[in-house]
């Protein structure tokens, strides 16, 4: 893949998370949320630009999200890691599982830290909309965009 090609890739999923996430702002921020864009967690699966591009767009809507530097930074960071790992992962079952663990754990603490929320239950909250969106919402889509591959990601 050329080196632009790659970062139109990762521009336009950063673009495609940033306006998933705030068109639906109400429930992609908070204690209780199903991040709808963390469905496109499925796609390092496909590209190596989704990579930077789903860490650009979890910026782009953590600074929108009000929740404070450190959700921008550590939230950001997250996703980036999740990314990362679910590009290794073995299995293709097993892509969306990164970003459920990673972001139930860092957003949990988070959360707590900069709203004073319960930790264990925030970590559950969360772990259950990462659930929702990643295995709900982003294996389907994984499926679907499996059979058009050399299509889109080529």
């Not at 796609?43 to 767009?57: D, R, S």
């Not at 999200?65 to 890691?81: E, N």
Request: include cysteine; glycine fraction near 8%.
């Amino acid at each position: 893949m050329s080196k632009i090609k790659y970062l139109v890739h990762a521009a336009i999923i950063a673009a495609i998370y940033v306006v998933i996430t705030i068109i639906f702002a109400p429930i992609s921020y908070g204690q209780i949320q199903v991040r709808i864009s963390e469905a496109l967690t499925v796609l390092p699966y496909f590209t190596p630009a989704a990579i930077p591009g789903l860490f650009i767009g979890c910026l782009i809507a953590n600074i929108y999200g009000g929740t404070g530097i450190i959700d921008i930074v550590f939230g950001s960071l997250a996703t980036l890691i999740a990314a990362f790992l679910s590009s290794k992962m073995p299995k293709k079952y097993l892509v969306p599982l990164p970003p459920i663990v990673i972001n139930a754990v860092v957003i949990g603490l988070i959360l707590n830290y900069a709203l004073g929320v319960p930790i264990l239950i925030t970590m559950v909250w969360v772990g259950l909309g990462q659930l929702i969106s990643c295995y709900g919402i982003g294996y389907p889509l994984m499926l679907i965009l499996e059979k058009y591959e050399n299509k889109i990601f080529n």
